[in-house]
């Protein structure tokens, strides 16, 4: 099991910027999809960005042109670069493998848009 830390979560005003990070412990982490996804109170987690080992990258449609994924394989780290904050992207975010498949979830980062 894969275990994924995320932070940089908080509090926005609608038109802000975060950049969210993940820090994975798996060493395989260089060689797989990976993705963040996000989770709002009575609904599935979606998939909201994810990026090949590659750096190939797909974006659900709601986010394209505001978020940004990236990796450092090195550090064998994720971030998300969230840019035109809307209250509708109010959720916890998660990183994980695409698909995640059996690995468990880490306690998300809290992301809050609201003025």
């Known amino acids: 099991q894969a275990q994924f830390v995320e932070s940089g979560g908080g509090l926005v005003q609608p038109g802000g910027s975060l950049r969210l990070s993940c820090a994975a412990s798996e060493r395989l982490f260089s060689f797989v999809m990976v993705a963040w996804y996000r989770q709002v109170p009575g609904k599935q987690r979606e998939l909201i960005a994810g990026?090949?080992?590659?750096?190939?990258?797909n974006y659900e449609d709601s986010v394209k042109g505001r978020f940004t994924i990236s990796r450092d394989n090195a550090k064998r780290t994720v971030e998300l670069q969230m840019n035109s904050l809307k209250p509708e992207d109010t959720a916890v975010y998660y990183c994980?493998?695409?698909?995640?498949?059996?690995?468990?979830w880490g306690q998300g980062t809290q992301v809050t848009v609201s003025s």
């Open positions: 994980n493998f695409s698909p995640p498949g059996t690995n468990s």
């Open positions: 990026i090949t080992n590659g750096g190939r990258t």
